[in-house]
Each structure stands twice: as structure tokens, then as C-alpha cells.
């Protein structure tokens, strides 16, 4: 006897299928025209957690970016430390020569520069590495989406890992100069973080501009030389009532680079008022600068991409 059912049409079900095919090939993106400045909660929080998010990438580009910095150096990480050396010896060599009058520093001229021309190398690296980590990573921008937070910690973390190095150098000079130091050089590095935050405020905010135009690229450091003339690094600060010694007074970068120097040596902070009106100025800075790094990282990568 024939089965009844061997004709019958097989039937499936299929809807579930048919129902996540439609939403494949259904979904879009929704673009808005109002700003997320309008949702300020919202956008803070969502800054938040990128930050949050961004932590282990920020890591692993560390990792990478320096290694590829001293992979193929001769002299390796000794880079850290030679502009200083270099720094000190010249300026040493034409204060001696009479070519210079500096006058009076509170320390031995040699360790002056050398302590002074770190910290504004530090500063330096601070403006520049994050506009440089974001020109760097073009190509992963426009075809990845991650946290683009995670391209300013990584400059963040060479920064420090830069100055690891600096402070084995301005060790063996306290060492070799026989300076004495107070409990105040423990504060020291508090100060030093809030001239990095200044230098990387700066750096944050000129990064979607540099990764757009490359004259930021090559104005960056020569505005950086310029400005090196108008912040006490090779001289101390000018007693004089002149233009120079006015500009020198209201430059920001002085009291934060002069207390580092008096917290590491002397322990008395000659300017607390210009210490933290710069401070506070460093941490809102950076606040401002993250901002509007957030808001237009997408527009800036799309001018990249097309």
C-alpha cells in the first residue's frame, strides 16, 4: 500500500529566515540633523565610556609605537636624553665664553639647563604626539571604527614612557652636582602631570585640524622653538619690568615649569597663584580640547576617506 504522504509537497518553515533576511537587508543608519551638544548628558557619558573602552587598544599602540621609534635607532632610547646633554653643553659653553649673560640661576647652570630642557621637551612631546598618533593612523581610522580616545592615551603613555628615561638623566645630575632636595620633590611629579595635561589640551585640540592639513605637521615645531625663547628654560625668569619680562610673566607654561624645577630643588614655590591659574587652566583645558576632538574626529575622517 502506497503511503499517502509520499506526494505530498514538503513544507518548511521558513519565516524566521525570511524575517532576519529582511532585517539584514532593511537596516540603515538614521543621520540626525541636531547636534549631540543638545544631549549633553548623553554625549558626556558616551565620552566616558569610550575613554573607558579605549584602555587596552591605547595599550597595545603604546606598545607598537614605541617600539617601532627605537627599532631602527642606532642610539635607541638614549634619543630620550641626548637633547638635553646636547642643550646643557652649548649654553654652558657660551655662558663661559661670555657670549651669553644669563645671570643668577638657583642652581649650577649645566644642571639648570639640563633639568629646564627636559621638562620642555616633556611639554613639547605633549602637543605633538597626539597630532602625530592621529596623522599615524589614517589608514585604521577611516576603515576600523574603535574609540579614537585610545590614539591620545597612546600619546599620553610615550610621553611618560619618554620621560622614564629623562628622569634616570636628571637623577644622575642631582647625583653629580651633590644638590640638595627637600620633602617637596615628592610633589613634584604632580606638577609635572599638570604641565603634561597643558601640553596635551594643546595637542588634542590641533589634532583633527593637523590630520587635514599638513602645515600643522611643519608650523608645530617651529612655533614650539619660538615659544621655548619666551619660557624661562635656559634663563631665569626676568626681574625686569620690560615687554620680554611681561610676555615671560603671562606665558602660561612658566609657572608650571618653573614650580616643577623649585619642588625638585629649593621647595619654595615662588608663584603658587600662577601655579594653579595655569593648572586650572591646563584641566579645562583638555576638557574642551577632548570635546571638540569628539565632535569632530567624524567629520575629519570622512574628509580623509572621500
Known amino acids: ?54 584602555r587596552e587598544l591605547a595599550w597595545q599602540l603604546t606598545k607598537r609605537d614605541i617600539s617601532a621609534q627605537y627599532r631602527q635607532s642606532f642610539l635607541g632610547i638614549a634619543w630620550a636624553v641626548i637633547p638635553p646633554i646636547v642643550a646643557a653643553a652649548g649654553f654652558t659653553f657660551a655662558t663661559n665664553s661670555y657670549v651669553l ?86 610633589l613634584a611629579p604632580v606638577a609635572l602631570v599638570h604641565l603634561i595635561v597643558f601640553g596635551t589640551a594643546i595637542g588634542t585640540f590641533l589634532a583633527p585640524m593637523g590630520a587635514l592639513y599638513s602645515d600643522f605637521a611643519k608650523g608645530i615645531p617651529l612655533i614650539m622653538s619660538a615659544l621655548m625663547f619666551f619660557t624661562p628654560v635656559v634663563y631665569p625668569i626676568p626681574s625686569s619690568e620690560g615687554a620680554f619680562g611681561l610676555v615671560v610673566n603671562l606665558n602660561p607654561i612658566t609657572p608650571l615649569l618653573v614650580t616643577i624645577r623649585e619642588l625638585a630643588t629649593t621647595g619654595i614655590v615662588s608663584d603658587v597663584s600662577g601655579f594653579w591659574s595655569s593648572s586650572i587652566l591646563a584641566f579645562c583645558g583638555i576638557l574642551v580640547a577632548w570635546l571638540v576632538y569628539k565632535l569632530s574626529m567624524p567629520y575629519t575622517i570622512e574628509r580623509m576617506s572621500s
Open 1 to 54: 500500500m502506497a503511503n499517502r504522504d509520499e506526494n505530498k509537497p514538503t513544507v518548511t518553515n521558513d519565516r524566521p529566515k525570511q524575517r532576519s533576511m529582511r532585517k539584514r537587508y532593511n537596516s540603515h543608519i538614521v543621520y540626525r540633523p541636531d547636534s549631540n551638544m543638545r544631549r549633553p548628558l548623553k554625549l558626556f557619558m558616551t565620552m566616558w565610556r569610550d575613554l573607558l573602552g579605549s
Open 101 to 186: 649673560n644669563i645671570g643668577e640661576t638657583d642652581l649650577p647652570y649645566p644642571a639648570y639647563v639640563m633639568f629646564s630642557t627636559a621638562l620642555w621637551q616633556t611639554f613639547t612631546e605633549s602637543v605633538t604626539l597626539p597630532m602625530q598618533k592621529v596623522v599615524q593612523a589614517k589608514t585604521m581610522l577611516t576603515k576600523i571604527s574603535f574609540p579614537r580616545e585610545a590614539l591620545i592615551l597612546s600619546a599620553v603613555g610615550q610621553v611618560l614612557f619618554n620621560f622614564a628615561w629623562k628622569l634616570i638623566l636628571i637623577v644622575g645630575m642631582f647625583l653629580w652636582f651633590r644638590m640638595p632636595t627637600s620633602a617637596s620633590v615628592l
